[in-house]
């Protein structure tokens, strides 16, 4: 599969994930979250590259999706996760919260998402 194969999955179950909480269907958001997972994962096998396709989701039209890649690209494109994060974290709704979460554990050096 090509890597936008990847990040077009990954956008899709991130997007799917949030539709099915905010619906109350969290078993079927979880399927959605690990299959965004296994996108990531396979991303991150392909090394920077797969790492830098991601971060085409920056600009991605949904918040959920744009927090969501710049939490696993933190460590990766700090300045530019950082920043989509702190714009998203200005608003409300479950993806600011995520965001604002996210920057918290990234200031107390609790963040862990993709450390290799």
């Known amino acids: 599969m090509s890597l936008e194969k990847f990040v077009e999955s990954f956008a899709q179950n991130i997007a799917a994930q949030t539709d099915c909480i905010l619906?109350?269907?969290?078993?079927a958001g979880n399927?959605?979250?690990?299959?965004?997972?296994?996108?990531?994962?396979?991303?991150?096998e392909k090394g920077d590259a797969g790492r830098d396709a991601l971060a085409a989701l920056f600009?991605?039209?949904?918040?959920?999706?744009?927090?969501t890649a710049a939490a696993f690209l933190l460590?990766?494109?700090?300045?530019?996760?950082?920043?989509?994060?702190?714009?998203?974290?200005?608003?409300?709704?479950?993806?600011?919260l995520g965001a604002q979460q996210t920057l918290r554990n990234w200031k107390d050096g609790s963040w862990a998402l993709d450390l290799v």
Request: hydrophobic share 45%; proline share 0%; charged share 30%.
């Open 31 to 44: 399927k959605h979250a690990e299959k965004a997972l296994a996108a990531f994962m396979s991303l991150r």
């Open 59 to 67: 600009s991605h039209a949904r918040m959920d999706v744009r927090v």
């Open 75 to 96: 460590r990766h494109k700090t300045a530019e996760a950082t920043a989509v994060l702190e714009e998203a974290a200005k608003g409300q709704g479950l993806a600011a």
């Open 23 to 27: 619906r109350g269907d969290a078993r």
